[in-house]
């Protein structure tokens, strides 16, 4: 982790349970082939994690492209550099009746969801809308963009914490509408903590580490790593209070 700081733009990251609630809420019928009692198949799953990621990354032709959506997406969402870990949560649609404000009531609820125990922050976030955007969502527009900025709630200091895309052509299969948000939070403190106590207590009781040290890494590599996880944790902390 402490290396991907370092060296990439931005980083992904897929929480496997919430994945799993969005197939739940979902599903219309049971897969074959379960991995678990969930019904859901690996192919399932990976089908899910390609949907979230086409949602973000798919080109934006309703108006003129570049293809430099994955660029746009970055600059959105890691308005500091040093903060780049992003969260993606994206909910379809099959019924062509459904309101764009429901959609964006159900794709909240999973986000409130996986933040249960945590005081939710956003720092910025990138909200995609694909499929039925005629007439319909227009009038729905203010709406749907006042309740995500509400639910995610937005950091007071950053003064453009939500951007919209609309794509009037659905590319993913099996749905009518999609919206997909990408959203740069507090979340990420939290699971990094986790990450950093169990790692320095393996370290402290050198469970391992020998295995490193064959290899070429020296005890200054993990100080250093410890010390790169620590900073990102303070960060979001500094940068989520307000």
Known sequence: LAHLQSNVD????????????TLEAQKSHKQKHSISDTGFSYQDLNDALASHISGCF??????????????????????????KFLSVYQQTSRKSLQSW????????R???????GQTLRTISALATARGQTGP???????????????????????????????????????STKSLTV?????????????????????????????????????ENDFDEAFGSLRKIVNNYEHFTMS
């Open 10 to 21: 931005a980083v992904m990251v897929f929480n496997n349970d919430t994945i799993l609630q």
């Open 58 to 83: 798919l080109p934006i032709e309703s108006g003129v492209n570049f293809g430099n959506e994955p660029w746009e997406l970055f600059r959105t969402c890691c308005p500091i550099p040093e903060l």
């Open 101 to 108: 404000h429901e959609t964006s009531q159900r794709l909240t």
């Open 110 to 116: 999973l986000v409130t969801t996986s933040y249960s």
């Open 136 to 174: 319909t969502f227009l009038t729905e527009f203010d709406k749907v963009s006042q309740r995500l900025k509400a639910d995610l709630r937005c950091v007071a200091w950053n003064p453009f914490p939500l951007d919209f895309w609309v794509e009037h052509y659905k590319k993913q299969v099996g």
């Open 182 to 218: 990408a959203m740069n939070s507090n979340m990420i403190a939290r699971y990094l903590s986790r990450i950093l106590a169990v790692a320095e207590g393996k370290f402290s009781a050198k469970a391992y580490v020998h295995w490193y040290l064959q290899y070429g890494c020296e």
